[in-house]
């Protein structure tokens, strides 16, 4: 007798999940390396490559808030799918990580990003030694958030593997 964690259902919910957080993974390493690495490399006069202007042609917040709100829905999925099986703490540890990046992103980075922006504009004067310190925060805490995806992209493998093999779970 197949559980719902070995069902079609959860398997495919769990796939469409390693996918979401595959995709968030790599895009937000290559947000860090590319875009904020451009942005970040001479401020405050690289503050011209901020994304989010007018003058950038893609906002970020297009691209990972829909991403986002696709990964919850998978996560939440899973977990009433898997909930009475072995993959439900893999996917609570998935969730987890999720729960914290969506609490460090307008708490951490916004009022970061609203910083630079003011910088960038003139409206906010700060020492060169003090903008590099904000620099240089945001990408530490950036570098933490994208350790948070990797940890929910591992252990949604995790339970895609669990679910896929198991067959009587407990």
């Given at each position: 007798?197949?559980t719902?964690?070995?069902?079609?259902?959860?398997?495919?919910?769990?796939?469409?999940?390693?996918?979401s957080w595959a995709v968030?993974?790599?895009?937000?390493?290559?947000d860090?390396?590319v875009v904020?690495?451009?942005w970040?490399a001479?401020?405050?006069?690289?503050f011209?490559?901020?994304?989010y202007g007018?003058a950038y042609p893609?906002?970020?917040?297009?691209f990972f808030?829909?991403l986002?709100?696709?990964i919850?829905l998978?996560l939440?999925a899973a977990l009433?799918?898997g909930?009475?099986?072995s993959v439900?703490?893999?996917v609570?540890?998935?969730l987890?990580?999720?729960?914290?990046?969506?609490?460090?992103?307008p708490?951490?980075?916004?009022?970061?990003?609203?910083?630079l922006?003011?910088i960038?504009?003139?409206r906010?004067?700060?020492t060169?030694?003090e903008?590099?310190?904000?620099?240089?925060?945001?990408?530490?805490?950036?570098s933490?958030r994208i350790?948070?995806?990797g940890?929910?992209f591992?252990?949604?493998?995790k339970?895609?593997?669990?679910?896929?093999?198991s067959?009587?779970?407990?």
């Amino acid at each position: 007798m197949k559980t719902p964690a070995s069902s079609g259902w959860c398997v495919a919910v769990l796939w469409l999940l390693v996918l979401s957080w595959a995709v968030a993974l790599g895009a937000k390493i290559f947000d860090l390396l590319v875009v904020a690495m451009a942005w970040g490399a001479s401020p405050p006069a690289s503050f011209q490559y901020l994304p989010y202007g007018k003058a950038y042609p893609i906002d970020p917040g297009n691209f990972f808030q829909p991403l986002s709100a696709l990964i919850l829905l998978t996560l939440v999925a899973a977990l009433a799918l898997g909930w009475r099986t072995s993959v439900r703490r893999l996917v609570v540890i998935s969730l987890a990580s999720f729960l914290v990046i969506w609490a460090f992103t307008p708490t951490v980075f916004w009022p970061m990003i609203t910083e630079l922006w003011e910088i960038h504009r003139g409206r906010l004067s700060k020492t060169d030694l003090e903008i590099a310190a904000l620099v240089h925060r945001w990408f530490v805490w950036d570098s933490g958030r994208i350790v948070l995806i990797g940890i929910g992209f591992v252990y949604s493998v995790k339970a895609l593997v669990v679910g896929k093999a198991s067959r009587i779970i407990p």
